[in-house]
T-cell receptor
Framework: SQQGEEDPQALSIQEGENATMNCSYK?????LQWYRQNSGRGLVHLIL?????REKHSGRLRVTLDTSKKSSSLLITASRAADTASYFC???????????FGTGTKLQVIP | DGGITQSPKYLFRKEGQNVTLSCEQN?????MYWYRQDPGQGLRLIYY???????QKGDIAEGYSVSREKKESFPLTVTSAQKNPTAFYLC???????????????FGNGTRLTVT
């Protein structure tokens, strides 16, 4: 079953703009992770935020987590054409290393 | 460089044939996973293994089988019982738990299987 649902499903922006993607989930989690996937490739881990954290930064990425609303957002600032990819949230609800993925947001950054 | 190698990148098979997808990692990770990805969809877990000689079914294990004879290797067999085998298959690994917070997944670049 897919616990995370990303919104929007697709997003098209101009280079230099910010991109925001949202993820909602249904059950309690230990952590939430964001991954990136270029077309036809494997996923690459971007950032992990634990259930007791509210915000985390990594370079141009900013992730927030609201456990009361069971939601997270990924902000990419000053987007570049190279950021064009699909972005997935993944939740870890406990158990041994079992992570559940959402359906993804397809981001297109236009040069 | 450490990483996960999946082979082959593209695989074509006739309906009714079993096929085995290879996954090798040199990250010294204990846990390994197989996911299936269909167009425009997220990843669905097929099987996972926490340790050598042990594995558990994921959400969509029917028609698939795995083995974990070595820490580095976790091959997936797509059997003729799998009704819709055409998909993109991704292998991943992760390190041991650190308390309640798990380490992230490292992925291979996938195998695209087409069955006709």
């Amino acid at each position: 079953s897919q616990q995370g649902e990303e919104d929007p499903q697709a997003l098209s922006i101009q280079e230099g703009e910010n991109a925001t993607m949202n993820c909602s989930y249904k059950t309690s989690i230990n952590n939430l992770q964001w991954y990136r996937q270029n077309s036809g490739r494997g996923l690459v881990h971007l950032i992990l935020i634990r259930s007791n954290e509210r915000e985390k930064h990594s370079g141009r990425l900013r992730v927030t987590l609201d456990t009361s609303k069971k939601s997270s957002s990924l902000l990419i600032t000053a987007s570049r054409a190279a950021d064009t990819a699909s972005y997935f949230c993944a939740t870890d609800a406990g158990g041994y290393q079992k992570v559940t993925f959402g359906t993804g947001t397809k981001l297109q950054v236009i040069p | 460089d450490g990483g996960i190698t999946q082979s082959p990148k593209y695989l074509f098979r006739k309906e009714g044939q079993n096929v085995t997808l290879s996954c090798e990692q040199n990250l010294n990770h204990d846990a390994m996973y197989w996911y299936r990805q269909d167009p425009g969809q997220g990843l669905r877990l097929i099987y996972y293994s926490q340790i050598v000689n042990d594995f558990q079914k994921g959400d969509i294990a029917e028609g698939y089988s795995v083995s974990r004879e070595k820490k580095e290797s976790f091959p997936l067999t797509v059997t003729s019982a799998q009704k819709n085998p055409t998909a993109f298959y991704l292998c991943a690994s992760s390190g041991r738990d650190r308390g309640p917070y798990n380490s992230p997944l490292h992925f291979g670049n996938g195998t695209r299987l087409t069955v006709t």
